[in-house]
């Protein structure tokens, strides 16, 4: 991927323009092992979309990375003497996804994503465990200023996935709905 990017770039007019961005989400995870509940999290993602000079929609790839911060979800579980045991978690979700992003032009646009992701977490009975999750997400994005070089992100995005509980071996669903607010350049 980074040799087409450099190659893109190679010419006068590069083939591909690149965004950054970084903020804040809040939402929840459900699952059989989450209480439901909220929390709040941080977000960074890298955007590129091809035909930078063409109007209208392009059509991009983004790689964005999530995580667990300040106000955390709890988790619960029962122990061997059946007791409930309750505490805070942490998270972490990557993944990769096509979007299309409407007129970049325009000082108000839309964006619609979607692709695979993996959500992590470290002491998920104990050991560390992955789901691998399908995910979509929508936006808006605002321009800053006059040249739309700076822009505010407003997103949502889901994922579904399922895996084998630590406990039976039964098949079980997680969700994660999230809610994002990001500052960004394009570059």
Do not use: N
């Amino acid at each position: 991927m980074i040799l087409v990017l450099a190659l893109a770039h190679a010419g006068d007019t590069p083939a591909f323009d690149t965004d950054v961005s970084a903020g804040v989400l809040a939402g929840s995870v459900l699952g059989e092992w989450p209480v439901a509940g909220f929390g709040l999290g941080w977000q960074g993602r890298y955007d590129a979309f091809v035909g930078s000079d063409d109007p209208g929609p392009r059509v991009g790839l983004s790689v964005f990375a999530a995580g667990s911060a300040l106000l955390q979800q709890e988790r619960e579980e029962v122990l061997s003497d059946g007791s409930v045991e309750r505490e805070t978690f942490d998270w972490v979700h990557y993944g990769v996804l096509a979007l299309i992003r409407y007129d970049p032009e325009l000082r108000w646009g839309g964006t619609f994503g979607m692709g695979f992701s993996r959500f992590d977490l470290d002491d998920y009975y104990d050991g560390p465990h992955a789901v691998p999750l399908l995910t979509m997400e929508g936006g808006a994005r605002r321009a800053l200023d006059a040249e739309r070089r700076f822009f505010l992100d407003l997103g949502v995005r889901t994922s579904w996935g399922q895996d084998r509980s630590a406990l039976d071996a039964t098949l079980t669903d997680w969700w994660t709905l999230h809610g994002s607010l990001a500052v960004g350049a394009h570059l």
